[in-house]
């Protein structure tokens, strides 16, 4: 995995561990308020085949609003996206961004400690699958 998220692989199909993805954000506060099937897009759009692969756009809204009263151009990065993939094996890879990262390119120390709280929120989301 790549340093700005972090990632883990479970051994279940595609399809339960999107439903699981979706649980254990819900546990942290999380919604997904967004979700773009990229198999299918990728499809309809190119006529190509590609992976099961699905983007979860999470949102926990009081640490969203908090965000945006300390940046409001924040919303050009959110919100925070969760992805899930069948791998090869057939095993489900699930990775999130780490808001860490995302906001050490906003000049805002503000958005520093909500960063902290949203990404150990993510990071035990995907530990917890």
Known sequence: ??????????????????????????????GVLT??????????????DFRKYVILGACNPPLAYKTLQAEIEIGLLLPCNVIVYENDEGKSVVSAI????????????????IAKEVSAKLRDAIENL
């Not at 780490?98 to 400690?113: F, R």
């Open 1 to 30: 995995m790549a340093d700005y998220g972090f990632s883990k692989t479970i051994a279940v199909p595609y399809e339960t561990a999107v439903e699981k993805v979706t649980a254990v954000l819900k546990e942290e506060g999380f």
């Open 35 to 48: 979700t773009i099937d990229v198999k299918d897009t990728l499809k309809k759009r190119l006529g190509v």
């Open 98 to 113: 780490d808001p860490l990262m995302m906001v050490s390119i906003v000049e805002n120390s503000a958005l520093e400690e």
